[in-house]
């Protein structure tokens, strides 16, 4: 059996789907330096919508890459072999994920040029600052991984290297709700409640890249996956989206029993216009309820996949909602009164995304994916399951 | 005889010497004087903290006076896009929602002691000098704009296009988050905010400035005497700007 991932009689098409997710990424450079050259001017962001699709799209990909960390941690941390035959696919997307959601972040900055300020002039005492060691660290301590994985004179510390990813990648996902957390200036932010919120996210939108990802794999080299393990992984997928909707119930609930927080809830949850309606519609039905129900009714692998795939658009529903919703509501200076000014106050914010931002995103997106269909081309990432068998 | 000798030996001898030693040190005595002198820098020292206190009861609603001071001075205006347009300051029009009285007061950087923009920022630039001044480093501020997601109070402005109209002592870039600096500037000149400047100059006399730490100064007499205010008083930033009459 062949198990390189892009095997050498597809040779062509593999070339021409690395061309098109390069293209992607091209125009997401593009938009980036078109955004560089003219100012955020150019974009839908402004001093009220102040974090804009950038985020949205950085956010998913940074918290998905630790989440997608996973499946090599249950299989080295917890020793299950179906997850330990794909930890080496999990690290590199692992890898490649941070990588895309990094480049989308930096590319959005006011000043991009100034990457260098950004690495070595570091306030410690900013959540922001400290993401930086946490990114760094992670793509060391993953790389490593990767090594002790994939190198069979290294099998011996796979286990330890593991445990620290897995440690290390819960504390990643910890600094990126923590961004939020801290905030105490706005509504929609401010709670501890986010890092471990962001940790059950990040379980849930990595596992369904994982999903997706390990099928387009399987289907390029006309395998199938066993219908165990697909079963195994579609159980643990329902687990963390049951898990998302608790700690989203929790959230709000927590939220309107606060009087001073009723008036928020209420923009989110009854007449915010769009942003009830991605609640409702996109985060909680489409991103939740739906794939909930089709998980736990699948028969074939196909309805996983549709499952995963909503699940991803529902994440990506979710984070519109928090970062986008939680500006376009007013900061409430003076409780009790109505206030109105030529900066906007007391008033929702609108935001329309321009292209630009679309791009800048897909092109994160499409830088991951690049680096993972190159990895996967020239090393050997594809599940072996010949050397973990499911019954083990 | 031979005495007298020794003596203006010895005299000669000192008189050099300490010559000499004038010459090796003085230039080093004088450095360490100039390293003394009052150079630029040393009026942000933390004896001073600079501060407002505004009288919403003698701020007129429709009156832009110290708005329009503060864009002529730190030179910016509008360019027809209100959204993306710096502000760095602003006049709040304010009605009581269950008794329907009705303020008007000007918002800005509240040049708080405990300020959360500093906190959040990733690499340092935004930063509150010794007298409590809460600025910007143009030099290394990258854009992230955490800090406009950070502050209580929206007084924080990214720059959303290139401009080519600004005053010399206030350089503003594309790229890079601003704020009211209190006119940093005039004050490092002992002259007043630009704002609280024209509020006088209109006989509004609605915006006090002066040294919060001075227990003399007009601002700290008032604010020991009268009820005064801090906005968001409940996350305890401890503000450099008060409120009279709200």
Redesign the interface.
């Known amino acids: 059996m062949n198990n390189d991932v892009f095997s050498k009689n597809k040779d062509g098409a593999f070339y021409f789907v690395l061309g098109v997710i390069g293209l992607v990424m091209l125009a997401g450079l593009g938009a980036a330096y078109y955004m560089e050259h003219y100012g955020h001017v150019v974009t839908g962001m402004t001093n009220q919508i102040v974090w804009g699709l950038p985020h949205v799209f950085a956010i998913f990909l940074i918290v998905a890459a630790s989440g997608v960390l996973n499946v090599a941690s249950i299989g080295s941390v917890f020793g299950k072999p179906v997850y330990k035959a794909r930890a080496p696919l999990s690290g590199l997307l692992a890898i490649a994920m941070l990588a895309g959601g990094l480049m989308v972040l930096m590319l959005d900055l006011g000043r991009s040029d100034r990457l260098i300020i950004a690495m070595t002039y570091l306030n410690l005492k900013s959540v922001f600052a400290l993401n930086v060691f946490l990114y760094t660290i992670f793509f060391t301590v993953v790389a490593l991984y990767l090594w002790t994985m994939m190198d069979r004179k290294m099998h011996g510390y796979s286990k330890y290297v593991g445990f620290a990813a897995f440690i290390w990648r819960l504390a990643l996902t910890t600094g990126t709700g923590a961004i939020f957390g801290f905030l105490v200036a706005r509504q929609a932010y401010g709670t501890a409640l986010l890092a471990p919120m962001f940790i059950i996210m990040s379980f849930s939108f990595g596992l369904a890249v994982f999903m997706i990802v390990q099928a387009v794999m399987y289907r390029w080299n006309d395998r199938v996956l066993d219908e165990a393990i697909l079963h195994r992984l579609k159980n643990l997928l329902a687990v963390f989206v049951a898990a998302v909707l608790y700690f989203t119930a929790v959230y709000h609930m927590t939220n309107l029993y606060f009087a001073k927080q009723t008036d928020f809830e209420r923009f989110i949850l009854l007449d915010g216009g769009i942003y009830t309606t991605l609640f409702w519609v996109g985060q909680v039905l489409i991103g939740g309820v739906l794939p909930l129900f089709l998980l736990f009714t699948a028969k074939k692998s196909g309805t996983v996949l549709v499952a995963s795939a909503l699940i991803i658009l529902g994440g990506f529903f979710q984070l519109y909602v928090f970062l986008i919703g939680g500006q376009a509501f007013p900061l409430n200076l003076f409780p009790g009164m109505e206030a109105s000014s030529s900066f906007f106050d007391g008033r929702i914010h609108p935001y329309s995304p321009s292209l630009p931002e679309f791009l800048l995103g897909m092109g994160g997106i499409a830088a991951a994916a690049l680096i993972t269909a190159i990895a996967a081309k020239v090393l050997h990432f594809m599940p072996d399951d010949k050397h973990h068998p499911v019954s083990q | 005889m031979s005495n007298d000798v020794d003596n203006s030996r010895r005299k000669f001898i000192a008189a050099g010497v300490a010559g000499t030693a004038g010459l090796v040190l003085a230039p080093g005595v004088t450095l360490l004087d100039m390293a003394n002198a009052r150079p630029a820098g040393e009026a942000a020292s933390s004896t001073k903290r600079w501060g407002m206190l505004i009288d919403s009861t003698k701020c007129a609603t429709g009156c832009t006076d110290c708005v329009s001071a503060c864009g002529k001075e730190n030179g910016f205006g509008s360019t027809g896009?209100?959204?993306?347009?710096?502000?760095w300051i602003?006049?709040?029009?304010?009605?009581?929602?269950?008794s329907g009285k009705s303020?008007s007061l000007p918002?800005m950087c509240q040049h708080c002691a405990e300020p959360?923009c500093?906190?959040?920022?990733?690499?340092?630039?935004s930063f509150k000098r010794a007298d409590g001044i809460v600025l910007v480093d143009r030099h290394?501020?990258?854009?992230?704009?955490?800090c406009?997601?950070?502050?209580?109070?929206?007084a924080?402005?990214?720059?959303?296009?290139?401009h080519d109209d600004q005053n010399p002592d206030v350089p503003r870039g594309?790229?890079?988050?601003e704020s009211c600096t209190l006119c940093v500037h005039r004050i490092d000149k002992d002259l007043q905010p630009a704002c609280v400047e024209a509020c006088s100059a209109g006989n509004h006399g609605a915006m006090l400035f002066g040294d919060l730490n001075d227990a003399n100064s007009e601002i700290s007499k008032r604010i020991a005497t009268y009820a005064t205010t801090q906005?968001?008083a409940d996350?305890a930033l401890n503000t450099g700007v008060r409120y009279q009459g709200?």
């Not at chain 2, 290394?140 to 955490?146: T, V």
């Open positions: 896009h209100p959204e993306t347009d710096a502000q602003r006049k709040i029009e304010l009605k009581e929602v269950k303020h918002m959360p500093v906190d959040v920022c990733p690499t340092g630039a290394i501020c990258i854009g992230c704009r955490y406009m997601m950070a502050c209580p109070y929206k924080r402005s990214f720059v959303h296009e290139e594309k790229g890079c988050v906005v968001r996350l709200i």
